[in-house]
């Protein structure tokens, strides 16, 4: 009984674990299903999957009858999430004009922010409906769903995948409608050009995996790695449990995952303002510095004042919110959108939706990882888990500041002459390779 009021310990719950993180591992497998659908049928029919899988997925888990039909449900909604999070970047970068793409893309993560608030709020107030709150919970997913289902019937599908799949003529009219003038050609003629190479490239994943296309796809992969272990999954999936470690009670806990969600929001809007003013690079480093300190304080509180049995005071425990926080409002701005935006565009044509489906699966894997080990973890680790997160982050700034070129401003279909070429190392990995 005493081990199971120990701090660090009391909800390590692997069964819990793997129903969270089961959503993951089918997001995983059905990124690279939606890699296909995106490119034989294009961006638009493939965020209407999402919603179907997301609506389907939603009616299941509310409704379970027993812990199967919880189960695929679950499992639905990791479809959803694959394929949404394969089509709707791509969609956005490739809609957007080039000196707003940074912006236009980030309302992706913005939504997701918005999203995450709501089911905050949400599970707030259903925490307190017995016996049935946790099925209106779950079932309220179906509004968002459907609010998806109705966009993806009226949104215009992409220049790029029109004329990628050889309808040159609604490409053009897509483009006109999209920016809203007729005078398009000059922007169309390099679509034109990039789908030009894309018709000769008969094997994506084989090009993908030459010398010349390694820059974008390592570039992809490792930031989504990196995204997932900042520590972000861990700190607002459990933060219930993570306030509750350090004191507070069941609903304050809940209230203080909206706070942090609040954060997120407000954060992340901090990104669409200052992305493509100031650039990727600087957001990412300044983060760094911020993320770094918040996680290496959290863990230096928790190390030196709670311990296995005890409490920490209600201004200590002040201060790892406030740290949370600041955690947070970094991530927000920096490598929360900028770990979708980057990958998805940068990015070619003939390799897009099978490199962004490369970045998708290793960001679900990476998630499962943490999802299905963190309080494990934090049993084994107690507070150490924190400086385990620092260390990373402290990696991820090294990596961005020489690896990492910019990329604001730069066409998409001109990444590989204007940015990988011109950066000493992604130049000399790309070498002589260009078949």
């Given at each position: 009984?005493?081990?199971?009021?120990d701090?660090?310990c009391?909800?390590?719950?692997?069964f819990?674990?793997?129903f969270?993180?089961?959503?993951?591992?089918?997001?995983?497998?059905s990124?690279f299903i939606?890699?296909?659908?995106?490119t034989?049928?294009?961006?638009?029919?493939?965020?209407?999957?999402a919603?179907v899988?997301?609506l389907?997925?939603?009616?299941?888990?509310s409704?379970?009858?027993n812990l199967?039909?919880?189960?695929?449900?679950?499992?639905l909604?990791?479809?959803?999430?694959?394929f949404?999070?394969?089509?709707?970047?791509?969609?956005?970068s490739?809609?957007?004009?080039?000196?707003?793409r940074?912006?236009?893309n980030i309302?992706?993560?913005?939504?997701?922010?918005?999203?995450?608030?709501?089911?905050?709020?949400v599970?707030?107030?259903?925490?307190?409906?017995?016996?049935?709150?946790?099925?209106?919970?779950?079932?309220?997913?179906?509004?968002?769903?459907?609010i998806?289902f109705?966009?993806?019937?009226i949104?215009?599908?992409?220049?790029?995948?029109?004329?990628e799949?050889?309808k040159?003529?609604?490409?053009?009219?897509?483009?006109?409608?999209?920016?809203?003038?007729?005078?398009?050609?000059?922007?169309?003629?390099?679509i034109?050009?990039a789908s030009?190479?894309?018709?000769?490239?008969?094997?994506?994943?084989?090009?993908?995996?030459?010398?010349?296309?390694?820059?974008?796809?390592i570039?992809g992969?490792?930031?989504?790695?990196?995204?997932?272990?900042?520590?972000?999954?861990?700190i607002?999936?459990?933060?219930?449990?993570l306030?509750q470690?350090?004191?507070?009670?069941?609903?304050?806990?809940?209230?203080?995952s909206?706070?942090?969600?609040l954060?997120?929001?407000?954060?992340?809007?901090v990104?669409?303002?200052?992305?493509?003013?100031?650039?990727?690079?600087i957001?990412?480093?300044?983060?760094?510095?911020?993320m770094?300190?918040?996680?290496?304080?959290?863990?230096?509180i928790?190390?030196?004042d709670?311990?296995?049995?005890?409490?920490?005071t209600?201004?200590q425990?002040?201060w790892v919110?406030a740290?949370?926080?600041?955690?947070?409002?970094?991530?927000a701005?920096?490598?929360?959108p900028l770990?979708?935006?980057?990958?998805?565009?940068?990015?070619p044509?003939?390799?897009?939706?099978t490199?962004?489906a490369f970045?998708v699966?290793?960001?679900?894997l990476?998630?499962?990882?943490?999802?299905?080990?963190?309080l494990r973890?934090?049993?084994?680790?107690r507070?150490?888990?924190?400086f385990?997160?620092?260390?990373?982050?402290?990696l991820?700034?090294?990596f961005?500041?020489?690896l990492?070129?910019?990329?604001?401003?730069?066409?998409?279909?001109?990444?590989?002459?204007?940015?990988?070429?011109?950066?000493?190392?992604?130049?000399?990995v790309?070498?002589?390779?260009?078949?």
């Amino acid at each position: 009984m005493h081990a199971k009021e120990d701090n660090y310990c009391k909800y390590d719950d692997q069964f819990l674990q793997l129903f969270t993180s089961s959503l993951y591992l089918a997001a995983l497998v059905s990124s690279f299903i939606a890699s296909k659908v995106c490119t034989k049928f294009g961006r638009k029919p493939t965020i209407l999957a999402a919603s179907v899988f997301f609506l389907v997925g939603a009616g299941l888990s509310s409704g379970a009858q027993n812990l199967w039909m919880l189960i695929i449900g679950r499992v639905l909604l990791g479809f959803g999430v694959g394929f949404g999070n394969e089509a709707v970047p791509l969609f956005l970068s490739e809609i957007a004009p080039v000196h707003r793409r940074g912006a236009v893309n980030i309302l992706f993560q913005l939504f997701v922010t918005v999203g995450i608030l709501i089911a905050n709020l949400v599970n707030y107030r259903t925490s307190t409906i017995r016996p049935s709150g946790w099925r209106l919970s779950l079932g309220i997913a179906g509004i968002p769903a459907l609010i998806l289902f109705i966009g993806s019937l009226i949104i215009t599908e992409t220049p790029a995948s029109l004329v990628e799949r050889g309808k040159e003529s609604s490409g053009h009219a897509a483009l006109q409608k999209i920016r809203g003038v007729k005078e398009v050609d000059l922007e169309f003629q390099q679509i034109l050009k990039a789908s030009e190479v894309a018709l000769g490239v008969k094997h994506p994943l084989k090009k993908l995996m030459n010398r010349s296309s390694m820059p974008p796809l390592i570039i992809g992969v490792f930031l989504q790695v990196f995204q997932q272990f900042t520590g972000i999954n861990a700190i607002m999936f459990y933060a219930p449990v993570l306030f509750q470690t350090v004191g507070f009670k069941n609903d304050a806990s809940l209230l203080s995952s909206v706070i942090t969600g609040l954060v997120n929001v407000f954060c992340t809007l901090v990104s669409i303002v200052s992305v493509d003013r100031f650039g990727r690079r600087i957001l990412l480093l300044q983060a760094c510095f911020q993320m770094f300190i918040s996680q290496a304080a959290i863990g230096l509180i928790l190390k030196l004042d709670l311990h296995s049995t005890d409490t920490l005071t209600k201004n200590q425990a002040i201060w790892v919110v406030a740290l949370v926080c600041l955690f947070v409002s970094a991530f927000a701005w920096s490598w929360g959108p900028l770990g979708w935006l980057i990958p998805s565009e940068t990015f070619p044509l003939e390799t897009r939706t099978t490199g962004f489906a490369f970045a998708v699966s290793t960001n679900m894997l990476c998630t499962f990882i943490i999802a299905q080990a963190f309080l494990r973890m934090l049993c084994l680790m107690r507070a150490f888990i924190f400086f385990f997160f620092a260390a990373w982050i402290f990696l991820m700034g090294l990596f961005v500041w020489y690896l990492l070129p910019e990329t604001r401003n730069v066409p998409i279909d001109a990444m590989h002459d204007d940015v990988w070429k011109r950066h000493p190392f992604w130049n000399w990995v790309m070498g002589s390779d260009q078949i």
